[in-house]
């Protein structure tokens, strides 16, 4: 995250205001990236933002999604000539450069006044605007109590039903319960909202894909907003034909080689492969990561191919990462950690599921333990007060469950990604990193560049990959052919320090005098 990363200042910045990293600190770091042996850097969008304090309660736009001017480069974070120096001193070192973009919505509007700001999109046509009837644009925009309206894209409505007032008043907090299928982090039976949750007992929540929620409406998903940020119609072709010259425009001018796309699953399919097949029919094709924040396993595969046609080139892997956090971390703040929390069980089935042909290219799935949207991984506990208390317990304080998810993560199939900050051990949610001086000798800092090590000298990165061992406290796989020189097998658990795990045996398999065996 460009604002995080680093300025000229050593004073440590968080929140929800701007703390002024810039692009030029991103090209004065990169060796410090590339040291720990990075292929790529995916760093947040660069156009120009709407500054801040929204009126409603999201605080500023340090961090680049609410989009006011598409046609330049925010200023906060420094120029056009800027951002080309970095992607070029990024290419110098060997590595790619992934920049990260929003499609689905602009910044924050409330009123006509603020939408005439929003370049080149000022104008309500522009915009979805479900169940607005005889209502001005600016009734529609005001951020009002229970909303019902701008009508959500997440949420009651949405994701799942919505409840009415008796006199007939769409409630947009469902009676303060949401989404919700519990409304406390301890997922005792007790505690599930029984008739009045809003699906199965093994989601935290209904969110996006998750069909089993009576109520869900796709349409809706589609085409509602996010809170107080306009989504955007790709209906009408003056939006489509711009945001796919956009594109365009910003990977053939700055030479990037991916994109990352947020909010990919709030963007109609069809849009999405245009764009796609646009990028890759380039003489230097660039593939789309797509957002999914999704644990359905087939709607989130949906992305990359349905019914035969390409959708994204690759995906953030959120049905496994919702799987691992809670998996090796104990969190329990996931859509899954009802039941996944100290329970590799589901990771494993879910690793199994994703290797039986239903996603186009599982190589080009984006794995991870946190990020931008999440607590870094060092600060994933596993009991609190609330979903918003200071907690204990869990990755956060214990070192052996962060190096078994880190083990996962870096030699899982996919790509890893791993968020500024946890190499120096950093806990809080966008936390700025330059306080920590840049250190290379933190054990974390240490440890990811031995893990990326292993994954070049043993070409990890498109090998196969073999469950072999799931269940509770442990999960065995393996990379690489079966009896290759250069295969991997990777054990890890998700037990406390000082515990002496049973391996499973792994049957069938003989080590052979010379084999190495790496310990973490």
């Not at 450069?97 to 939408?115: A, T």
């Not at 940020?229 to 209906?235: E, F």
């Not at 974390?444 to 990890?460: D, P, V």
Request: glycine fraction near 10%; aromatic fraction near 14%.
């Amino acid at each position: 995250m460009t604002d995080r990363f680093s300025r000229d200042n050593d004073q440590p910045c968080e929140g929800d205001n701007w703390c002024n990293g810039t692009l030029k600190g991103i090209t004065a770091h990169l060796d410090y990236i590339h040291g720990m042996g990075w292929d790529c850097i995916w760093v947040t969008p660069v156009v120009r933002n709407v500054y801040g304090p929204d009126q409603g309660e999201s605080g500023y736009g340090y961090h680049g999604y609410w989009a006011q001017d598409f046609y330049e480069i925010d200023p906060s974070f420094g120029s056009k000539e800027d951002l080309k120096e970095l992607v070029s001193e990024t290419h110098r070192r060997g590595m790619c450069f992934i920049l990260d973009v929003v499609l689905n919505h602009v910044g924050p509007v409330h009123s006509l006044k603020e939408l005439s700001r929003i370049k080149p999109f000022n104008d309500p046509g522009f915009f979805n605007l479900l169940n607005i009837s005889g209502m001005t644009f600016d009734d529609y925009a005001t951020k009002a109590a229970n909303w019902p309206y701008p009508v959500q894209a997440l949420g009651p409505g949405a994701a799942c039903w919505l409840d009415y007032t008796e006199d007939g008043i769409p409630d947009g907090t469902n009676n303060g319960t949401y989404c919700n299928n519990y409304l406390t982090n301890n997922y005792s039976f007790e505690n599930y909202l029984q008739d009045r949750a809003h699906g199965p007992a093994y989601l935290k929540y209904c969110g996006t894909g998750d069909y089993i929620c009576p109520g869900y409406n796709e349409t809706v998903v589609l085409n509602g907003w996010f809170y107080d940020l306009p989504d955007l119609n790709h209906s009408v072709p003056f939006v489509r034909h711009f945001l796919k010259e956009w594109v365009l425009h910003m990977v053939k001018e700055y030479h990037v080689d991916g994109l990352r796309l947020d909010t990919a699953s709030y963007i109609a399919p069809d849009f999405l492969a245009e764009v796609q097949d646009m990028l890759l029919h380039l003489a230097r094709p660039v593939p789309i990561f797509g957002e999914v924040t999704a644990v359905n396993l087939s709607y989130h595969a949906s992305f990359q191919s349905r019914d035969g046609r390409g959708i994204l080139a690759g995906l953030s892997n959120f049905p496994l990462t919702y799987s691992a956090i809670p998996g090796y971390c104990g969190w329990p703040n996931a859509i899954l950690s009802p039941i996944a929390q100290f329970d590799l069980t589901y990771l494993a089935s879910a690793t199994q599921e994703q290797s039986s042909m239903l996603y186009a290219d599982t190589d080009l799935l984006m794995n991870m333990m946190d990020n931008q949207d999440e607590m870094p991984i060092a600060g994933l506990y596993h009991t609190s007060a609330g979903p918003f208390s200071p907690g204990e317990g869990g990755c956060q304080d214990d070192r052996s469950l962060l190096l078994n998810a880190w083990a996962w993560l870096m030699f899982a199939k996919g790509m890893p990604v791993v968020t500024w900050g946890d190499e120096q051990g950093n806990p809080f949610y966008r936390m700025s990193l330059w306080q920590h001086g840049w250190k290379t000798d933190t054990w974390q800092y240490k440890l990811l560049r031995r893990m990326n090590h292993i994954r070049a000298r043993r070409q990890l990165g498109r090998t196969a990959a073999k469950v072999q061992h799931g269940s509770k406290r442990l999960f065995v796989f393996q990379r690489g052919e079966p009896n290759s020189i250069a295969g991997v097998w990777v054990f890890t658990n998700n037990l406390p320090s000082g515990s002496d795990p049973p391996l499973p045996a792994c049957t069938g398999k003989t080590f052979s005098l010379g084999s190495s065996l790496t310990y973490l």
